[in-house]
């Protein structure tokens, strides 16, 4: 689709956001959004016709692209014949939504509880592990994200945790392995794995083993920075749990449905937890939708005993046939191993590359279309290029950075002293490379702020 012009209908579509819309995370008189006309692919473009090559996937969610054709076939045609029902129903999509999603997720996950997205799946995740145990603790980590309803965003380990805060979630944050700013001294995988997982134990040990519910973790951690975990340490951490009796989440909202090159980045690890949370990927975020994948043993324990939890829009029949189309188009397309091979083939070199060239780049690191830049004002010492959580004047490398990097017709994903390269997982090597042309250009600017 061209994009046309129509500047007038913009000024009205910015005026009634300005006047009505409540935005999230922001400081409403602070922010300026851009109104976006249209989106096809792996673009969008903004009313006075301009494009944007889309390296954030909204908010790594859009893995098939804007306006896939056969899912907004699939979204009218059930809007035809079934536009919604209520959750204590047996629907055909919803049947087919949840059978598509057992088949792809790991081990025994073969129960769907659907939510509308990731934040509730998580809050319901919680809810079942603690019945399952009769305990009520949850262990978390720092530099983390798993949504900001109220038991999510105690979970959360960033800094939107830090106003909600009630300290009385029956929350306790620990340290996860991320070797590039080792907590634990290390200088090699192995190192940061096993002491990421004697620290992990010891902190059961002394927050008392038969109080801890859960320990839920981002399989790779998205907006947190994209850190992977080291070789042994997600099935290090399978271990403590079943030695201690603690139920196993894994958060899969932002790494699931191909974005690893894996239609889970669990797949990556050969690990199998007792609950999994997704949404995002599953149906590209056309209609909300998301889930937890429940293990035999947590079924079991809601066999004859009621589950005490539900929604309204649970497995709503539009959001589950965009999901059926959507791992239709996946599987058909061959849209998953698009994503792992261009990320090993293209977008890997080609940040390694750019780290080379780039004093401002500290490090590289990811898989599939899931790469994370962190930028530097200095190699040697690894001092981000702005502080933890900067604002404002603070924040003028990251924010001159991404003005570059939009300017040329790149939107990129922007958290702290990080850029993520998340494109769609379908998108295209010559898009990608025109991507990573822009970017190369922006951190040009970034390298300014450094001590070179």
């Given at each position: 689709?061209?994009?046309?012009?129509?500047?007038?209908v913009?000024?009205?579509?910015?005026a009634?956001?300005?006047?009505?819309?409540?935005h999230?995370?922001?400081?409403?008189?602070?922010?300026d959004?851009?109104?976006?006309?249209?989106?096809?692919g792996s673009?969008?473009?903004d009313?006075d016709?301009?494009?944007?090559?889309?390296?954030?996937s909204?908010?790594?969610?859009t893995?098939?692209g804007?306006?896939?054709?056969?899912?907004?076939a699939?979204?009218?045609?059930q809007?035809?014949?079934?536009?919604?029902?209520a959750p204590?129903f047996?629907?055909?999509?919803?049947s087919?939504?949840a059978r598509?999603?057992?088949?792809r997720?790991?081990?025994?996950?073969?129960?769907?509880f659907?939510t509308?997205?990731?934040?509730?799946?998580v809050e319901?995740a919680?809810?079942?592990?603690?019945?399952?145990?009769?305990?009520r603790?949850?262990l978390?980590?720092?530099?983390?994200y798993?949504?900001?309803?109220?038991?999510?965003v105690?979970l959360?380990?960033?800094p939107?945790?830090?106003?909600s805060d009630?300290?009385?979630?029956?929350?306790?944050?620990?340290w996860a392995p991320?070797?590039?700013?080792?907590?634990?001294y290390?200088?090699?995988?192995e190192?940061?794995c096993?002491?990421?997982?004697?620290?992990l134990e010891?902190t059961?040990?002394f927050?008392?083993?038969?109080t801890?519910?859960?320990?839920?973790?981002?399989t790779i951690?998205?907006?947190?920075?994209?850190m992977?975990?080291?070789?042994?340490?997600?099935a290090?951490?399978?271990?403590?749990?079943?030695?201690?009796?603690?139920v196993f989440?894994?958060?899969e909202?932002?790494?699931?449905?191909?974005?690893?090159?894996?239609?889970f980045a669990?797949?990556?690890f050969d690990?199998v937890p007792?609950?999994?949370?997704?949404?995002?990927?599953?149906?590209?975020?056309?209609?909300?939708?998301g889930?937890?994948?429940?293990?035999?043993?947590?079924a079991?324990?809601?066999?004859?005993?009621?589950?005490?939890?539900?929604?309204?829009?649970?497995?709503h029949?539009?959001?589950?046939?965009a999901?059926?189309a959507t791992i239709?188009?996946?599987?058909?397309?061959?849209?998953?191993?698009n994503?792992a091979?261009l990320?090993?083939?293209?977008v890997?070199?080609a940040?390694?590359e750019?780290?080379?060239?780039h004093p401002?780049?500290?490090?590289?690191?990811g898989v599939?279309m899931?790469w994370?830049?962190?930028?530097v004002?200095?190699?040697?010492?690894?001092?981000?290029?702005?502080?933890?959580n900067?604002a404002g004047?603070?924040?003028?490398?990251?924010?001159?950075?991404?003005?570059?990097?939009?300017k040329?017709?790149?939107?990129?994903f922007?958290?702290?002293?990080?850029?993520?390269?998340?494109?769609?997982c379908?998108?295209?090597e010559?898009?990608?490379k025109?991507?990573?042309?822009v970017?190369?250009?922006?951190?040009?600017?970034?390298?300014?702020?450094t001590?070179r």
């Amino acid at each position: 689709m061209t994009p046309q012009p129509n500047p007038e209908v913009g000024a009205g579509v910015k005026a009634a956001d300005r006047a009505h819309v409540f935005h999230s995370w922001s400081a409403q008189e602070l922010i300026d959004p851009l109104a976006v006309a249209g989106a096809e692919g792996s673009y969008f473009w903004d009313y006075d016709g301009k494009r944007y090559l889309d390296f954030s996937s909204g908010l790594v969610y859009t893995n098939i692209g804007y306006q896939h054709p056969k899912v907004v076939a699939a979204i009218q045609e059930q809007a035809a014949s079934l536009t919604t029902f209520a959750p204590a129903f047996a629907i055909e999509a919803r049947s087919e939504a949840a059978r598509l999603i057992a088949e792809r997720t790991p081990g025994d996950l073969d129960k769907i509880f659907f939510t509308n997205a990731g934040a509730d799946a998580v809050e319901h995740a919680v809810r079942m592990a603690r019945l399952h145990t009769g305990r009520r603790k949850v262990l978390s980590t720092y530099r983390s994200y798993h949504g900001g309803t109220e038991q999510a965003v105690n979970l959360t380990g960033d800094p939107r945790r830090w106003a909600s805060d009630s300290g009385t979630a029956g929350v306790v944050h620990f340290w996860a392995p991320y070797l590039y700013r080792s907590r634990f001294y290390a200088e090699t995988e192995e190192q940061e794995c096993a002491r990421a997982l004697e620290h992990l134990e010891t902190t059961i040990a002394f927050e008392g083993p038969g109080t801890v519910a859960a320990i839920i973790l981002e399989t790779i951690p998205g907006t947190a920075g994209i850190m992977i975990p080291p070789p042994g340490y997600l099935a290090g951490v399978r271990e403590i749990c079943d030695k201690y009796g603690i139920v196993f989440i894994l958060d899969e909202v932002m790494a699931g449905f191909g974005r690893t090159g894996e239609w889970f980045a669990a797949d990556l690890f050969d690990v199998v937890p007792d609950l999994m949370t997704f949404a995002k990927g599953v149906n590209s975020g056309y209609v909300p939708l998301g889930g937890v994948a429940i293990s035999g043993a947590i079924a079991e324990t809601f066999a004859k005993r009621p589950y005490p939890g539900g929604l309204t829009y649970s497995g709503h029949p539009l959001a589950c046939a965009a999901a059926v189309a959507t791992i239709d188009v996946m599987a058909e397309e061959g849209i998953v191993e698009n994503a792992a091979r261009l990320g090993k083939d293209v977008v890997g070199p080609a940040l390694r590359e750019l780290a080379e060239r780039h004093p401002s780049v500290g490090e590289v690191r990811g898989v599939g279309m899931f790469w994370a830049v962190e930028l530097v004002r200095d190699r040697e010492t690894r001092e981000p290029l702005v502080a933890y959580n900067a604002a404002g004047e603070a924040n003028a490398a990251m924010a001159a950075f991404g003005a570059a990097a939009k300017k040329q017709g790149l939107w990129p994903f922007i958290n702290m002293n990080r850029t993520h390269v998340v494109p769609p997982c379908n998108v295209s090597e010559a898009e990608l490379k025109e991507g990573l042309a822009v970017l190369d250009a922006a951190l040009t600017v970034a390298d300014e702020y450094t001590t070179r």
